[in-house]
C-alpha cells in the first residue's frame, strides 16, 4: 500500500519552516501575534470537531485521564523538553538566528515543545495516519498539512530553521502509525475511530490553549491517552454489551 500523507505533511512543514527562516524578521509583530492566535484557535476548532465523533463519552474522560497518569509518571514532557534542547543547541551550531533578538531557553522550549506535538504526535495527525493507513483516506492529513504550512512559516520567523527538523518525528512516527494501521485493519471497527478521534480533538483543544498562552497543559503527559483509545473503546463496549 503506497502512503502519501505523511510525505505531503512533512514538505509542507519543511517548507513553511525554509520560506519563515528566510523571511526572519520582516513580519510585523502584530500580524505574527495574531496569526498565532488564530493557529491556536484553529487548533481548538478542529478539536472540537473531532470531538463531536466520540461514540462513548466515558472513553474520552478514561483514556485521557489514565494517559496523562502514565505521562505524569514517566515525565514524557520532560524527555520531550531535552530532545528540544538538543536539537536548539544542534542548529545554533550550523546557523546564526535571523530573528532581531534571540529567545530565552524557556520561551523556546515552551513554542517548540508545543509545535513537536502539534507536527508530530497531535491527535488529528495520529488520526489521520492511522485512517490514511486503515482506509486510504489522505484527505485528513492534508488538511493539516495546510494549516502547518502556515503555521511553521509564522513560528519559523522566531524559532528559526529549526521548526524544519520537525520533519524528522513527524514523517517517522506517522509512517510507523500508517502501516501499523494497515496490519489492524481487520481489528478496528467504526465505534473505535470515533472514540479515538475524540480523544484526539481534546489533545488539540489541550494544544489550542498552550498556543494562545491561556493554560500550559503539559502536552507531552497527555500523549499516552491517543494509545489508549481505542483499546479502552473495544473493552468498554464489550463490557457494555454483557451488562445489557
Known sequence: MTLIGPYINSAAIFLGASIGAMIGGRIPEALRNNLILIFGLSSMGMGVVMISKVFQMP?????????????????????????????????????????????????????????????????????GAMNEGIAGDTSILVVKSLLDFFTAIIFSTTLGISVATIVIPQLSFQLILA?????????????????????GGMLMIATGFRI??????RLGNMLPALFLAMPISALWHYLWQILS
Open 212 to 217: 494562545c498562552n491561556i493554560q500550559m497543559f
Open 59 to 127: 472513553v474520552i474522560v478514561l483514556s485521557v485521564l489514565i494517559g496523562t497518569i502514565i505521562g505524569e509518571i514517566f515525565r514524557l514532557e520532560n524527555k520531550l523538553n531535552r530532545l528540544a534542547m538538543s536539537a536548539k543547541g544542534l542548529i545554533e551550531k550550523l546557523s546564526k538566528p535571523k530573528t532581531k533578538k534571540s529567545l530565552s531557553q524557556e520561551e523556546f522550549l515552551l513554542k517548540f515543545v508545543a509545535l513537536v506535538i502539534m507536527f508530530s504526535f497531535s491527535g488529528t495527525g495520529v488520526f
Open 179 to 199: 502501516y501499523s494501521a494497515v496490519f489492524m485493519k481487520p481489528y478496528v471497527v467504526p465505534e473505535m475511530l470515533s472514540d479515538f478521534a475524540a480523544v
